[in-house]
């Protein structure tokens, strides 16, 4: 099994920033995509960012294009999500996954792993 642990969550003021890692353990693959999903209270789950093996391609959902970059190490076997300007629609808890393949897709069925979840709040 694979075992996925998102930590850098906090609470933030509007316009400032965060940094979640997740650092993927246990069974291990030879490629593997990496997303960042959240979670709003009331809301649907949904996409966030993604990124392919290479890191060579990353995927935004709009709401946080320009703000937020997802990245990889693959050494640490771990992702980040870099977070700027945040705003209040950006509380929610955050997820990451890791699909066993090379899609870096959008959608939840995507993917096989998920961590527990990071809470992130940003006060206005």
């Known amino acids: 099994q694979v075992q996925l642990v998102e930590s850098g969550g906090g609470l933030v003021q509007a316009g400032g920033s965060l940094r979640l890692s997740c650092e993927a353990s246990g069974r291990t693959f030879s490629r593997y995509s990496m997303g960042w999903f959240r979670q709003a209270p009331g809301k649907e789950r949904e996409f966030v960012a993604s990124?392919?093996?290479?890191?060579?391609?990353?995927y935004y959902a709009d709401s946080v294009k320009g703000r937020f970059t997802i990245s990889r190490d693959n050494a640490k076997n771990t992702a980040y999500l870099q977070m700027n300007k945040l705003t209040a629609e950006d509380t929610a808890v955050y997820y990451c996954?890791?699909?066993?393949?090379?899609?870096?897709?959008?959608?939840?069925?995507?993917?096989?792993?998920w961590g527990q979840g990071t809470q992130v709040t940003v006060s206005s």
């Open positions: 990124i392919t093996w290479s890191g060579g391609s990353t």
């Open positions: 996954a890791l699909d066993p393949g090379v899609r870096a897709g959008k959608r939840e069925d995507e993917y096989d792993y």
